[in-house]
């Protein structure tokens, strides 16, 4: 079928060239000289970010130094991408510890479930973003580095309050 | 008023031109440079962003950070391209954006101990055919770049630059007709002159026209958009500069520049008075023969004060340039060459005519050349200019809706047109009338 050209009738003011290039040029003139401007200069600067925002992980810590966790096993249980490794210990007073907690940052998907899961608060994931390294063996977290750090956590979701207000 | 300072002796005129050469070049590069800037920053405030605002108070540093980067950047060649015109196109595309600058007065004569000196590095008595002849040379390092580089794109984008400003020349020389006929020479200082002093009124306001042309002219010219169909990014990757890398793909950056910066000096010098200061006397004064000033006596002061005002004036512009290209999209191939040919070309023929007339008429009414002189010309000029506009106005191509009966028509025979229009239920074209 051949192609044919369908030509709507519209107003001249619709469709003057001269009269939308003026519009334009005010248009942009006034954009030019309003002080208001949206960059956010970002390492200064930075966008807030929502209570449920969820980044890299953070081990909750006991005053003493040791972390909260008690090597239950539910967070690599439910993890769905497996990326906590869990090697659990027990003291002399019976008192289960994680000997090895590693989460591989690169395989977490963020879902937050470890700390949905966790009975003792002691697995977060926090408000973080600003996380690069310079190799990939660096994204391995150990249990000293998530103890180390020190970014707020994340506000769990509560049925309640859906939108977090 | 005749002021005698003293003509420079030949071993002054010597050092004072080499000093005037080396200054001009300097402050052209270093503009130029700052003008990449400004861009980035004009672009940025009309999109509400700040610009580049990190190297150097203010961003100033950028140009440096970038020269630096694309002279250390490495530097490609194309297998398939032609080895000497591949090297010679940023050079041939360079150098005519920089020496048209070498016509323009740039300040008023500067009286020193050695004798006068003419504020313009070349103040030849062909002025404005030199600029013409000079600006036409930049197409060819385009055009050799975009040939040479072997690349579709870059070849399109070649062949587009070399027909726009084929179309485009003709309306910036017969633009330009009516200032010869009003100022009676091509020597750029006599047309400062005779707006400063003979007439008392810069051509913007007794040739309207004329200057609109000459803008929309220069505005293809220097490839800028809304005619930059030459570089159309978005579809011929970056036109003729496709395959240049580091330096030579900045060699095309700093012509495209440096013809937006001499474009402008040219609005100013032709049209708004050069470095004519306005409402005051104390600066009309011109070089009559070696050390000779007629007018106002010269002195140092007078000559930054005017600097300043054609600086104004011709930033003024470059913003113009700049404010343009982030406003206008790009016009259709078609619609520059309808633009050239069909409203363009016929309107300047047909303003110099116009223009011709009423000088030929106001001579024999016996009018004399003054301020006068000059309104009648701008009552007649606004008038010109508003019947322009009209035209342009009504023009179907422009605007992006041609009439029905061309599309079709222009199908080859055998080919079925299908009108569409006939078929549409009433409702679809009554929603699409808005």
Same mark, same amino acid.
């Given at each position: ?6 030509? @709507? ?18 248009l942009t003139?006034r954009h030019l @000289?309003d002080p208001r401007k949206v960059t956010i200069e970002y390492p200064d600067e930075k966008p807030p970010l929502s209570p449920r925002w969820r980044g890299t992980h953070r081990m909750a810590v006991h005053a003493d130094g040791r972390p909260k966790c008690v090597a239950c096993g539910l967070c690599p249980t439910i993890c769905p991408a497996n990326c906590i490794r869990l090697v659990p210990g027990e003291d002399d007073q019976g008192n289960r510890y994680p000997v090895v907690y590693e989460i591989d940052e690169f395989r977490c998907i963020f879902c937050g479930m470890c700390q949905e899961v966790c009975p003792v608060e002691a697995i977060h994931v926090g408000q973080d973003y600003e996380n690069s390294e310079y190799t990939r063996e660096r994204f391995v977290y150990d249990l000293d580095r998530l103890m180390a750090q020190d970014h707020d956590v994340t506000a769990l979701w509560d049925p309640e309050d859906p939108l977090g207000q | ?39 980035r920053k004009?672009s940025a405030w009309i999109q509400d962003r700040l610009g580049p605002n990190r190297v150097?108070?203010g961003g100033?540093?950028q140009?440096?950070a970038?020269?630096?980067k ?163 990014e978005s ?91 982030w ?108």
């Amino acid at each position: 079928m051949a192609i044919g050209v369908k030509t @709507v009738r519209r107003p001249r003011e619709n469709t003057s060239y001269l009269r939308a290039t003026l519009r334009g040029m005010a248009l942009t003139f006034r954009h030019l @000289v309003d002080p208001r401007k949206v960059t956010i200069e970002y390492p200064d600067e930075k966008p807030p970010l929502s209570p449920r925002w969820r980044g890299t992980h953070r081990m909750a810590v006991h005053a003493d130094g040791r972390p909260k966790c008690v090597a239950c096993g539910l967070c690599p249980t439910i993890c769905p991408a497996n990326c906590i490794r869990l090697v659990p210990g027990e003291d002399d007073q019976g008192n289960r510890y994680p000997v090895v907690y590693e989460i591989d940052e690169f395989r977490c998907i963020f879902c937050g479930m470890c700390q949905e899961v966790c009975p003792v608060e002691a697995i977060h994931v926090g408000q973080d973003y600003e996380n690069s390294e310079y190799t990939r063996e660096r994204f391995v977290y150990d249990l000293d580095r998530l103890m180390a750090q020190d970014h707020d956590v994340t506000a769990l979701w509560d049925p309640e309050d859906p939108l977090g207000q | 008023m005749i002021h005698e300072i003293g003509a420079l002796g030949p071993i002054a005129l010597i050092i004072s031109h080499l000093t005037k050469i080396v200054i001009v070049f300097s402050v052209t590069m270093v503009v130029v440079a700052l003008l990449t800037l400004a861009e980035r920053k004009i672009s940025a405030w009309i999109q509400d962003r700040l610009g580049p605002n990190r190297v150097g108070p203010g961003g100033l540093l950028q140009p440096a950070a970038d020269g630096l980067k694309n002279l250390l950047k490495e530097e490609t060649r194309p297998l398939a391209a032609s080895r000497v015109f591949f090297l010679l196109a940023p050079a041939l595309s360079i150098t005519p954006a920089l020496i048209t600058f070498a016509v323009v007065p740039f300040a008023a004569p500067l009286p020193t101990p050695w004798g006068l000196v003419d504020m313009v590095i070349a103040d030849l008595p062909i002025g404005v055919l030199y600029i013409l002849a000079i600006s036409s040379l930049g197409v060819y390092g385009i055009v050799m770049a975009g040939w040479s580089s072997n690349n579709k794109y870059a070849f399109l984008g070649a062949l587009r630059a070399g027909a726009q400003m084929v179309s485009y020349e003709v309306s910036l020389g017969l633009s330009l007709v009516p200032v010869f006929m009003i100022a009676g020479n091509v020597t750029l200082t006599q047309v400062v002159w005779t707006q400063q002093q003979e007439l008392g009124l810069w051509l913007a306001f007794p040739l309207g026209l004329s200057f609109l042309l000459f803008a929309i002219a220069a505005f293809a010219e220097t490839n800028r958009l809304p005619f930059d169909v030459a570089e159309a990014e978005s579809e011929l990757v970056t036109g003729y500069h496709t395959e240049y890398s580091s330096m030579k793909f900045s060699m095309f950056f700093i012509a495209e520049y440096a013809n937006v910066l001499t474009a402008s000096a040219l609005m100013a010098t032709l049209f708004l008075g050069g470095w004519d200061i306005p409402f005051w006397n104390g600066d009309d004064m011109r070089v009559t023969a070696p050390g000779i000033v007629e007018g106002a006596a010269p002195h140092v002061l007078k000559t930054l004060a005017t600097l300043a005002v054609f600086g104004l004036k011709t930033l003024f512009f470059v913003f113009v340039f700049m404010w343009v290209r982030w406003t206008v999209p790009r016009f259709r191939y078609d619609q520059i060459m309808h633009l050239g040919w069909k409203v363009m070309l016929p309107s300047a023929l047909g303003y110099v005519t116009l223009m011709a007339l009423s000088i030929l008429v106001l001579d024999q009414i016996g009018i004399p050349f003054g301020f006068v002189y000059g309104l009648i010309l701008t009552g007649i000029n606004l008038v010109a200019t508003a019947f322009f506009l009209f035209v342009i106005d009504r023009d179907r191509v422009i605007t992006g809706s041609a009439p029905a009966s061309t599309g079709l028509s222009a199908l080859p025979s055998g080919i079925e047109a299908v009108r569409v229009r006939r078929r549409a239920p009433a409702a679809v074209s009554e929603s699409l009338e808005v």
